[in-house]
């Protein structure tokens, strides 16, 4: 059996020993490194697999320095992995990396190499956090520098995402040392959130995570304070934007105690640039408050429900039917209607991080979002992206808040999700009419006879996605609400949920699209959901549902044939409760 050390010795004599080869097969290398455990610790280290550690050392410095960027990229590559195998190697090795990986960042380089040097940096400084001594000799004197060097480098948009990830990893493991780059670094991140230039929403991500991480560093005030004074200065931000997009409207909402806003850019005066740059000014600040309602926080933090609620209710309190101001541009207020779908979709995701973040206080607001819901499934009935999204937002209240809610939305959910979910068919009717004497007309080639017209019909239904978000809302809706229905609206769903069903079943294979197997994903669960929720005063499906259940298990798809298991499984306990479930 070959040892570890031959394997080791043969790395290095194969790939290390050339550059041109270790270029091309840097994969390969951590691959086998990785594989094989080639650089653990072991408990017992012979004197062979001391001297190929040491040679695997040597050439890793030796490659540091090379003249050639790809080298440097590749050497920085194996040092990493270098360093998550063996802490032995990181420990014994730590300080001259780490200056060795500082001059790289502050000297002029191809984006590879920096990024692969500032995660390296980052790891290392990462890995002595608990480590009183190391941190001592490394980390107090040199992260200071590192902080600074980033900061110099976030003006590269090709590094930018990988200088905020340190960064927030910094700030959150060494806060008191991170703390000198607080001003510049909070300045930065408002340059990438005051909408001026167009930013990717994966780096707006990064740079939420980056100015949320800043509460770390404390300060005068507490983690939790600072916490709660950014997300208040963000929320008075996404107000003044507001403000600026509701300038023509005649507002009937009213927002007391508004907080302080960051030092944004001024709005302009021109709307037509205006409303660009305010509207991605709300698109990024909503990502900013939803990354700090998502992360988690080393201590507790105050949430300031009232204040993201009030902030939410503005968003939802302009629509179509809203009055404009005396005296102001009628363009202008068209404008704004032309954004409101956008302005409401931001508040959608809003609301979802509120929820999801901090669902049971927000009870005492459940009848609010239900007219709010309501009316956006109103206003919104061909509008694809917001449908779905007020589905979905539906879709989580009921799984929060369960009973309360189902009551007070589902006279208004149930026919919408029977509506979007039905198969509409429609006949021709352009067909031709008998000639007459009086009336002798030419018969148009497009035109149908009345024997054509008895075939001709065409199918339509809404979107899949669509129907999906529908299904999964009366899925939560059986569920928590099922057994208090109304009979008729009882008999209506169950049997709409049937008869969908044998409709795509009895489909020719050849000519049901791809879609209709999604559609089946959530059928199916409706059909177990009502099963598992039955009305005391009416006739049971399951008889239904067993035979349903039953056929399903032989479809082609594994997910559906799960599902149909389940539902066996579930519809013979209810049948035999005795009876153990069917595998």
Sequence with gaps: MTSKSELLTTVVGLYLSNEHVLVDHVALIVDSVQSRRLLTDDEQVD??????????????NSLLQSKESTTRWAALVLLHATCEQ?????????????NQLLGMIAKPDTTLVHKAAVKTLAFLFAYTAGKPELQREITT?????????????????DLLDTVL????????????LSRHAVDHTVKMCLGYLDGAMHVAPSTLDKVSACLIAVHYTGGRATPAEQWKDIVLKLIGSYHQALDRLFATVDEE??????????????????YVVGFSVMMRRIKALQIALSTALGMSTSVAVPVPVGQLVNLICRGYSVFEGSLMREF??????????????AIHQTANKLLTSLLISSGPHLIPFVKLFARLFVRLLGDYQKQRTLKISVYQLTTLCLQKYGLVFAEAIESVVVPNVLQDTTVHVHKVTSVVTTDTKENKKKRKRNDLTHSDAMLAQHATEAPHDIQMAALQTLEQLLLCYGASMDINTRNSIDSHILQRLLEISQKPLALAPESDQLIKEHLYPCLLASVMAPLQVQASILPYAVRIFSAGINEQNLKLQSLCRQGVA????????RMPPLQ
């Design 570 to 577: 579930i519809c013979d306990l209810i049948m035999h409760p």
């Design 141 to 157: 004197p040199s992260l200071p520098r590192f902080n600074h060097l980033l900061l110099g480098l976030s003006q590269r948009a």
């Design 47 to 60: 004197e062979q697999d001391q001297h190929a550690r040491r040679k695997w050392t040597v050439r890793l």
């Design 328 to 341: 102001k541009d009628k363009t202008e207020f068209a404008a704004l209607m032309l954004n409101l779908p």
């Design 253 to 270: 909402w009213t927002v007391e105690d508004r907080p302080e806003e960051f030092p944004l850019v001024p709005a302009m005066a021109d």
């Design 86 to 98: 063996s802490p032995n190697l990181l420990v014994a090795n730590i300080r001259s990396w780490a």
């Design 165 to 176: 990830d340190a960064l927030a990893t910094n700030m959150k493991t060494f806060p008191s």
